[in-house]
């Protein structure tokens, strides 16, 4: 069986959210010796991609301008045989007959498309519509996702796969403070300090967490005043009023942004933080939780979308649109040595449930199904 793949989400230097899911997908796949995987890319493949194969090939083309629905349609009918194809973002392919499986990670362009650059929200919405419908099936990295589409697009149940992302079990563990206190000096942390780590967006909302972090340190009791906030992730859009936030609260000194973060510092800089929060507006699933889970770092997420079925109780859950609220959540593990104890050993138990194996196991059965005519 020949199957298809849309490589570009992992195609890219720094990788974060999608990014993370496509790149640990493939270099799953590039394990099986059963299957022939052709890779289709706009760029050539980065170095650690994994490495070409009899059965794991690159296809590189344009043109790069409009290369869904332009260079992928015309390589795929007058390319080589492909069975299914498989695209890990959400923008399939237009104009084939091949079986088509898509990955949609959250909708979080129809519950806040104000939160969104107009022509982002745009093809979001109208090329994620056409994945939708078109795709023979989806996968999706979460319950509430899945349902989600079931309600807003009408999608049989039976046509989506949930599949759960991992994390990578070599890098995200607990690490000694001889390796923390180097990387606190590097990202100049001079205290205790509570971490968030993804993307500079407005769904992340940040703005409300600097607020609480103001609230909690300014006005609160001395336990927790002497603690720094580090956001960790690159900009992405409308993050000018988070800058301003700061400057705004006078927290210069006590808001730290690192800015994306490499691959070996990252695990290190979750596991040197009392806490670790992420008060999303919406996630599709959340993979730093799972991360900081693995480094023995307490977790504060939102009570919304996917985050309550990712940690269950191995986590606090606070309301986002409440800065009370977060804070609140932050105090019970800063002030509580026995509900800190607990959440890091629920959390260590939590997060067996995930692997990038089981979910491309997952993944893998399913497009056999697909090229195989079946219903998966």
Same mark, same amino acid.
């Given at each position: 069986?020949i %199957?298809?793949?849309?490589?570009?989400?992992?195609?890219?230097?720094?990788?974060?959210?999608?990014?993370?899911?496509?790149?640990?997908?493939? /270099?799953?796949?590039?394990?099986?010796?059963?299957?022939?995987?052709?890779?289709?890319?706009?760029?050539n493949?980065?170095?650690? $991609?994994?490495?070409? *194969?009899?059965?794991?090939?690159?296809?590189?083309?344009?043109?790069?301008?409009l290369? &869904?629905?332009?260079?992928?349609?015309l390589?795929?009918?007058?390319?080589?045989?492909?069975?299914v194809?498989?695209?890990?973002?959400?923008?399939?392919?237009?104009?084939?007959?091949?079986?088509?499986a898509? &990955?949609?990670?959250?909708?979080?362009?129809?519950?806040?498309?104000?939160?969104?650059? /107009?022509?982002?929200?745009?093809?979001? &919405?109208?090329? *994620?519509?056409?994945?939708?419908?078109k795709?023979?099936?989806?996968?999706?990295?979460?319950k509430?996702?899945?349902?989600? $589409?079931?309600?807003?697009?009408?999608?049989n149940?039976s046509?989506?796969?949930?599949?759960y992302?991992?994390?990578?079990?070599?890098?995200?563990?607990?690490?000694?403070?001889?390796?923390?206190?180097?990387?606190?000096?590097?990202?100049?942390?001079?205290?205790?300090?509570?971490?968030?780590?993804?993307t500079l967006?407005?769904r992340?909302?940040?703005?409300?967490?600097?607020?609480?972090?103001?609230?909690?340190?300014?006005? *609160?009791s001395?336990?927790t005043?002497?603690?720094?906030?580090?956001?960790?992730?690159?900009?992405?859009?409308?993050?000018?009023?988070?800058f301003?936030?700061?400057?705004?609260?006078?927290?210069n000194?006590?808001v730290?942004? &690192?800015?994306?973060? *490499?691959?070996?510092?990252?695990?290190?800089?979750?596991?040197g933080?009392?806490?670790? %929060?992420?008060?999303?507006?919406?996630e599709?699933?959340?993979?730093?939780?799972?991360?900081?889970?693995?480094?023995?770092?307490?977790?504060v997420?939102?009570?919304v979308s996917?985050?309550?079925?990712?940690?269950?109780?191995s986590g606090?859950?606070?309301?986002?649109?409440?800065?009370?609220?977060i804070?609140?959540?932050?105090?019970?593990?800063?002030t509580?040595?026995?509900?800190?104890?607990? $959440?890091?050993?629920?959390?260590?138990?939590?997060i067996?449930?995930?692997?990038?194996?089981?979910?491309?196991?997952?993944?893998?059965?399913?497009?056999?199904?697909?090229?195989?005519?079946?219903?998966?």
């Amino acid at each position: 069986m020949i %199957i298809g793949i849309d490589g570009n989400e992992a195609n890219v230097k720094n990788r974060v959210g999608s990014g993370i899911y496509a790149f640990e997908l493939l /270099k799953q796949f590039a394990k099986y010796k059963n299957y022939r995987f052709k890779i289709f890319l706009k760029d050539n493949p980065l170095p650690d $991609l994994p490495i070409k *194969s009899r059965d794991f090939t690159y296809s590189v083309f344009g043109p790069k301008k409009l290369w &869904t629905r332009i260079g992928l349609p015309l390589k795929l009918v007058f390319g080589e045989k492909i069975d299914v194809f498989f695209t890990m973002g959400h923008y399939s392919p237009h104009l084939t007959n091949i079986p088509l499986a898509v &990955t949609i990670f959250d909708l979080s362009y129809l519950h806040y498309p104000q939160l969104l650059k /107009k022509n982002d929200l745009y093809q979001l &919405t109208n090329w *994620s519509k056409y994945s939708i419908l078109k795709s023979k099936h989806i996968f999706t990295i979460s319950k509430a996702t899945k349902d989600d $589409l079931v309600k807003n697009y009408k999608i049989n149940p039976s046509k989506i796969t949930v599949t759960y992302p991992g994390y990578d079990k070599e890098r995200f563990k607990p690490q000694s403070s001889n390796k923390i206190e180097p990387i606190k000096r590097k990202y100049k942390i001079k205290e205790n300090y509570i971490i968030f780590v993804g993307t500079l967006q407005p769904r992340k909302n940040i703005e409300r967490l600097i607020e609480a972090f103001a609230q909690l340190t300014q006005y *609160s009791s001395l336990i927790t005043q002497n603690y720094q906030l580090v956001i960790v992730g690159k900009k992405g859009w409308l993050y000018d009023s988070i800058f301003e936030k700061v400057k705004k609260l006078e927290l210069n000194d006590k808001v730290i942004f &690192t800015d994306f973060v *490499s691959d070996d510092d990252l695990p290190v800089l979750i596991s040197g933080a009392k806490v670790y %929060i992420l008060p999303s507006l919406w996630e599709g699933f959340g993979i730093p939780v799972v991360e900081a889970q693995a480094c023995g770092v307490p977790v504060v997420v939102s009570n919304v979308s996917s985050l309550p079925e990712i940690v269950g109780e191995s986590g606090i859950l606070v309301d986002p649109q409440n800065a009370e609220s977060i804070i609140q959540g932050v105090k019970k593990i800063l002030t509580n040595d026995k509900i800190n104890s607990d $959440l890091v050993k629920k959390g260590f138990l939590n997060i067996k449930r995930f692997s990038w194996q089981s979910c491309a196991q997952q993944s893998l059965q399913t497009l056999e199904k697909l090229a195989s005519r079946e219903n998966p």
